[in-house]
T-cell receptor, first 113, second 113 residues
Framework: AQTVTQSQPEMSVQEAETVTLSCTYD???????LFWYKQPPSRQMILVIR??????QNATENRFSVNFQKAAKSFSLKISDSQLGDAAMYFC??????????FGAGTRLTVKP | DTAVSQTPKYLVTQMGNDKSIKCEQN?????MYWYKQDSKKFLKIMFS???????INETVPNRFSPKSPDKAHLNLHINSLELGDSAVYFC????????????FGEGSRLTVL
């Protein structure tokens, strides 16, 4: 079964600085999707960014970008110019034709003013 | 308009009771899901439902049963509630099975006393 691992239960960053959240996954498939979701205290699950495995170019959404290393099965999220509103739980997720969406255990991000 | 809506948002009940959580999506999606988020924030899929095909996670007790009156609705019914059922339950939908992102409802926090 596909597994998603987030090795950082908690991270903190100073406002305006950059932080990188790590994610690795295990799969034998070649075609799949990867996602980062944000869950603020309101508990709403918000899609931050997505990456199709067949695309070599790393996805970018404003201050959020990923470093997708397919061979290493690594999918890290970089948040630039961190803002107080970025404080939340961040979940890495994997999905494919053979697998419903699976989530990592999450990383709690604290942003210090 | 809310894309994926769940009711109720909060539910407090006694052990042994039966309860239901309703979910509706107005996105025209083909597939709907129920996820359970436990106290440690871990998200686990319970069910996926697509074109009348129900896929059940084998770890879900049979006290849990999804009911779909039509493509836009997937309700969750829980019989004989137990303390361990206390969690946040998320409904989600996607355009098709196993591709693209999930759109989540706001979650329903169930507390069993």
């Amino acid at each position: 079964a596909q597994t998603v691992t987030q090795s950082q239960p908690e991270m903190s960053v100073q406002e305006a600085e950059t932080v990188t959240l790590s994610c690795t996954y295990d799969t034998s498939e070649s075609d799949y999707y990867l996602f980062w979701y944000k869950q603020p205290p309101s508990r709403q699950m918000i899609l931050v960014i997505r990456q199709e495995a067949y695309k070599q170019q790393n996805a970018t959404e404003n201050r959020f970008s990923v470093n997708f290393q397919k061979a290493a099965k690594s999918f890290s999220l970089k948040i630039s110019d961190s803002q107080l509103g970025d404080a939340a739980m961040y979940f890495c997720a994997y999905r494919s034709a053979l697998s419903d969406m699976r989530f990592g255990a999450g990383t709690r991000l604290t942003v210090k003013p | 308009d809310t894309a994926v809506s769940q009711t109720p948002k909060y539910l407090v009940t006694q052990m042994g009771n039966d309860k239901s959580i309703k979910c509706e999506q107005n996105l025209g999606h083909d597939t709907m899901y129920w996820y359970k988020q436990d106290s440690k924030k871990f998200l686990k899929i319970m069910f996926s439902y697509n074109n009348k095909e129900l896929i059940i996670n084998e770890t879900v007790p049979n006290r849990f049963s999804p009911k779909s009156p039509d493509k836009a609705h997937l309700n969750l019914h829980i019989n004989s509630l137990e303390l361990g059922d206390s969690a946040v339950y998320f409904c989600a939908s996607s355009h098709s099975r196993n591709t693209g992102e999930l759109f989540f409802g706001e979650g329903s926090r169930l507390t069993v006393l």
